[in-house]
């Protein structure tokens, strides 16, 4: 079962909170849309996913939020027990 929140972001704050959510733990993915809904790119994390291995994941949000200004970002987590 999985838990999903939506944020709605501008340019470079949609980078700090993915980072901060990552850091949080418990992430299975990450969803990226635009204000009017289409969703732009989607990055599932799979446990054991850290360090350099998420860099060309950061590099890819930190391009696509300065493309695309305003978007919002659909985290969808593990359920905790």
Known sequence: MSIKESFN????NVLKKIKELIAE??????TISDKSGKEIAS??????????LLAPVFAA?????ALIGECT????RDEQE
């Open 73 to 76: 970002i659909t985290v969808e």
């Open 25 to 30: 733990g418990n992430i299975r993915k990450i």
């Open 43 to 52: 990055f599932p994390l799979t446990i054991g996913v850290v360090g350099a």
């Open 61 to 65: 949000i930190g391009a696509l939020a």
């Open 9 to 12: 972001l501008h340019g470079e």
